[in-house]
């Protein structure tokens, strides 16, 4: 059974930080795509950061939204089978639900719509 488990998330102020892990458990693939997703309320979906990386654990690309670049990083340890997003310098504009979801890689880790599993979710609330 295929189990991806977010933690990490809460209440902190403007200029904070936080690390979401995502725990994965019940698949293998010998390449893999992670991705990080945020909703917030009365707002679709949409792609934070993405990473690439292969069954021995190296990282193949990541990929960043726009308005996430140079404050969050993606990260993945295989050897727990975890991916992190490390969130620096958050802004209340980055509040929301944040998903983990994963897939085997099929070209792109980009698409929202082409990943398998997801998770239910961890919530991050920024005041400022």
């Known amino acids: 059974q295929v189990q991806l488990v977010e933690s990490g998330g809460g209440s902190v102020q403007a200029g904070g930080s936080l690390r979401l892990p995502c725990a994965a458990s019940g698949y293998h693939f010998s390449r893999n795509c992670m991705g990080w997703f945020r909703q917030a309320p009365g707002e679709e979906r949409e792609g934070v950061a993405t990473i690439y990386y292969t069954s021995y654990g190296s990282t193949i690309t990541t990929t960043y939204a726009d308005s996430v670049k140079g404050r969050f990083t993606i990260s993945q340890d295989n050897a727990k089978n975890t991916v992190y997003l490390q969130m620096n310098s958050l802004k209340s504009e980055d509040t929301a639900m944040y998903y983990c979801?994963?897939?085997?890689?099929?070209?792109?880790?980009?698409?929202?719509?082409?990943?398998?599993?997801w998770g239910q979710g961890t919530q991050v609330t920024v005041s400022s």
């Open positions: 979801a994963a897939k085997a890689y099929d070209g792109s880790c980009r698409d929202l719509a082409r990943y398998s599993y």
